[in-house]
C-alpha cells in the first residue's frame, strides 16, 4: 500500500461521508421509543450529575449498561441538549467504523469494497445516522470476535485486545454481547481449535471487567438495580416485549431487504463456501449464522436486532466482487432479485409520494378514526418527494441498458443507494414521524419548563420525558402515583385515540383536552379544596 497516495483521498471520502450524513439530523425530531429512550437517559445524567446509576423520569432503569448513554452525556455536554448531539456518537462510530473495514479489508485483498459496500447499503447508514445504540456494540464485537478468525495459537496482546473490546460491548449492551462470541468461540472449539481453549477462558474473563466494575459499584449502591437488571436480560431473550414480536424467518426478509443491495452480492459467498475458505471468510459465516440464528430464535423481533449480519454480509460482498474478476458478469437469477427489490424500493417512495400529493382525495375513505387522525396531521409533501423514485428508474434504465462486470455493477448500485438515502432520508423520515408521534411531541413539547407532571396512558413512550423536558423535582413519580395518588401539580398525559374510552375509565378525573394526530390528550387537574 502506497499510503502517501490512497489514505489522503480515502480520508476525504471518509470526511465527506460524514458530513453528508450530519446532513439534516439536528432538524429531524428524535423517534420513540429507542432514540429517545437512551437521549433521556443521558439528558437526566446532566441534568443530575449521576453517571452511574442509568435513570428514566429519574427512577433507575436497569434494562442497559450505561456506556452509550454516557457517549450522549459528552455530546450534551459539548453541544447542548439536542437531536443532532444525541445523534453525534454513531456518526463518530461511522467513521471508525468505515476506517476499521477499509484498513482490513486492504489489508487482506478487498481493498476498500467492504467500507463501500458497508456505507453503500440502506440499513447499514442509515444506522449511523440514528441515535440508537447498535452502531457501537457491533462495531465493538466485530473488533473483538475478528481475532478469533486467524488459524492457530492466540498471542498475549490479541487476548488482551479482544477481551477490552467484548468488555466494551457488555458495558454497552449488555450479556447478550458475550453470547455470541462465546457461541462463535465454541463453534471453533467443536472444529479442533482446542489449543486456544485457555486463550478463549481468558478473553471471557476480561470481557467481564469493565461491567463487573459498574455492577459492583452499583450493588453497593442499590443491590436490587443489579438483580433487576440480570432479570431483564433473561426475560427478553425468553419473552416477546412490548409487541415486538415476529415469525422465525424474521430477520432473513430484514437482511435481504435491508442490507441491500450487498445482500445479493453476498449470496454466492455465503453460500458457495468451497471457493471462499480464507479464515476470514469461515470467520464471517460463522459470525453471520451465530448472529441471525440467535435473533430468530430470541422471542423479541426489532429489526436491528440483526444488525451485527451486515458486517459479514458487506464483507462476503467485498469477497465476491473483488474474486470473480474485472470481467465476470452477474448472474441472471441474482440480477433479477436484486432488481426485484429496487422496484419495491420504487413502488413504496412512489406510492408514498402520491399519497401525500393526493391525501385530500383519498382520506374520507379511511374508516378507522386514528389513523385518518394520525393522516390529517398537516403535512406538507413536496414536488421532490418524487426524487427518490427518480433516482431507482434511472439506476434500473441505466442497469438494463449497460453491460457491467460485477464491479462495475457494484459501483453502480452503490452509488444509487447512496443518493437514493440522502434524498429519501430529509423527504421521509419527517413525515413518518409527524404522522405517526408528531401531536405527541408538540403537545409535550409545548409543556417544557412548566410545573406540571407529563405521563402517557394504555401505551409506552419516552417522549413525554425528553421533549417535556422534566426535572428531577418532578420526576420519580411512578404512573400509579400520577393518576390515583394525591398530587401537587397538574398532570398532562394522552392515550391512543381508540383506547380514549379506557383511558376515561383509568383516570377518571381528568378532563379531555382535544384529539389530535392519532392521540387524545388529557389534564388531570390538583383537586381544589372543596374535594
Known sequence: MNSGKEIWPALGALLLTCLLWSWGLGRLDLFDWDEINFAEIAREMVRTGNLLQPTIDFLPFYEKPPLFPWMQWAAFRALGVGEFAARLPNILCGALTLAFLGYYGHRRGVGYWWAAFYAGSLLPSLYFRSGIIDPWFNLFILLAVAALFPAGRLTTPTVLRSGFFLGLAILTKGPVAGLIVGLVAGWYLLRGRRQNVLAYASIGLLSLLPAAIWLLAMWQADGGFVRAFFAYQWRLFTQED????????????????????????????????????????????????????????????IVHYSSLCYFPLTWLAARWTVAVGPQAIFPPRLLFGLRSVWAIYLTATLLAAVAGWTMEHWLPLITDPELRSRLEMPVTWPWYAVLPAVVVVALLVLDGHLHLPVSGRATLHLLAMGVFCLLALPVFAPRIQQYTQGAAVEFYRGLAGRDVLLETCRYKSY??????AGTQELGGITREQAFYGPIRHPVYFSSPLRLTDRARRDVPDAELLYQRGGFSFFRRPVPGPAD
Open 242 to 301: 412490548a409487541g415486538h414480536g415476529g415469525f422465525f424467518g424474521y430477520h432473513v426478509v430484514v437482511l435481504l431487504i435491508g442490507c441491500f443491495p450487498a445482500s445479493f452480492f453476498a449470496l454466492p459467498a455465503l453460500f458457495g463456501s468451497g471457493r471462499f475458505a480464507s479464515a476470514t471468510d469461515r470467520g464471517m459465516r460463522v459470525l453471520f449464522w451465530v448472529t441471525l440464528i440467535l435473533f430468530s430464535i430470541v422471542s423479541t423481533k
Open 463 to 468: 417522549t413525554p420525558l425528553f421533549y417535556g
